[in-house]
């Protein structure tokens, strides 16, 4: 059993900044990718950021260049900074860890950008 530990989400104002944090515990031995989804009311879940132990990096294009993924891989975490947000970054953000290529996810966390 994978279990994962999201914290930080909450109200933040346009064009704010935001800090998401997971820690991975349990059966982690062979964790690979971690990162962070998001789904909004309404549409499919899809990727934010991702990051290797090794540190190669995915973003999505809608995130890309106001967004920072890191990880500390002898601590099992994985932050993502995201900056200037905007109401359409409303949504709930899941934590996923790639343990011996099977996603685990957490439960999630809502972020709400609202005035």
């Known amino acids: 059993q994978v279990q994962l530990v999201e914290s930080g989400g909450g109200l933040v104002q346009p064009g704010g900044p935001l800090r998401l944090s997971c820690a991975a515990s349990g059966s982690i031995v062979g964790i690979n990718t971690m990162g962070w989804y998001r789904q909004a009311p309404g549409k499919q879940r899809e990727l934010v950021a991702t990051?290797?132990?090794?540190?190669?990096?995915n973003y999505a294009d809608s995130v890309k260049g106001r967004s920072t993924i890191s990880r500390d891989n002898a601590k099992n975490t994985v932050s993502l900074q995201m900056n200037s947000l905007k109401p359409e970054d409303t949504a709930v953000y899941y934590c996923?860890?790639?343990?011996?290529?099977?996603?685990?996810w957490g439960e999630g966390t809502l972020v709400t950008v609202s005035s």
């Open positions: 990051i290797t132990s090794g540190g190669f990096t």
């Open positions: 996923v860890a790639v343990v011996r290529f099977r996603p685990n």
